[in-house]
DNA sequence: AAACTTACTTACATAAAGTAACTTACTTAA
DNA sequence: TTAAGTAAGTTACTTTATGTAAGTAAGTTT
């Protein structure tokens, strides 16, 4: 019976970007700080795990949430160091995408 | 009504490596071609989702099988050339990791 | 022959994600 | 000034994904 040895951390790191939703969410925010709604519809997310997820960001201090005393209220996310120091990671995959992916086929080919 | 408009190959990549597991098998095999029993061991997932994902990165010519026939049998598991070339991405994830994952305190500190 | 190993598969249970409708507060159009 | 709309969610329910444990087939070791 042998255990699982992988770093910790890296595990941690892993887990995250395996979520489900998180790396299009935290690439979204790359952009520039956004609204709920702007997620949402960007990234064809759910609104019950967009939620979810943004909760869970926040909690691991990745995005910041803010309340903007406008009338109405706006809710703004965005990233913080942490979140922004991401970039690296997912312009790694953008890269690699654009040079191993093949665009696909729309099973169209007849 | 607005469609999600991120470039697909993009897309592509970052589902396939916000599927569970995928991510830690890759790195798993950037050190060596393994055996399904190996693989299983060293990240402790389980015989059936192994298998589904073996067969999967096997469809998107990420990892090859092969068998060698000696007695008993060897099938082992190894990257191809698309599958090496995500090492970058791990590397970044595994150096932001180190860099700003915080070693989990185990809930201990009294 | 009995028990073990490898590489899986099958059946069943639980967890995560999707869908759609609902809420609360404020706003704009009729 | 009521009716409909937007923003930021939440709730209830369904579907899909993952986990768990046991089973299988071929070969091995005791």
Redesign the pocket.
């Known amino acids: 019976m042998k255990l699982p040895t992988i770093c910790p951390k890296f595990e941690k790191a892993i887990s995250l970007l395996s979520?489900?939703?998180t790396a299009l969410i935290i690439y979204q925010l790359l952009m520039g700080p956004q609204?709920?709604?702007?997620i949402q519809t960007s990234i064809g997310?759910?609104?019950?795990?967009?939620?979810?997820?943004?909760?869970d960001l926040e909690s691991q201090d990745i995005i910041k949430?803010e309340v903007i005393p406008e009338?109405?209220?706006?809710?703004?996310?965005s990233l913080t160091e942490k979140g922004q120091s991401m970039e690296s990671i997912l312009k790694e995959i953008e890269n690699w995408s654009q040079a191993w992916i093949k665009p696909d086929s729309k099973l169209l080919e007849d």
């Not at 609204?35 to 702007?38: A, I």
């Not at 609104?47 to 909760?55: F, I, M, N, T």
């Open positions: 979520q489900r939703w609204r709920f709604n702007e997310i759910s609104g019950k795990v967009l939620s979810d997820r943004l909760k949430r009338t109405p209220v706006i809710i703004e996310y």
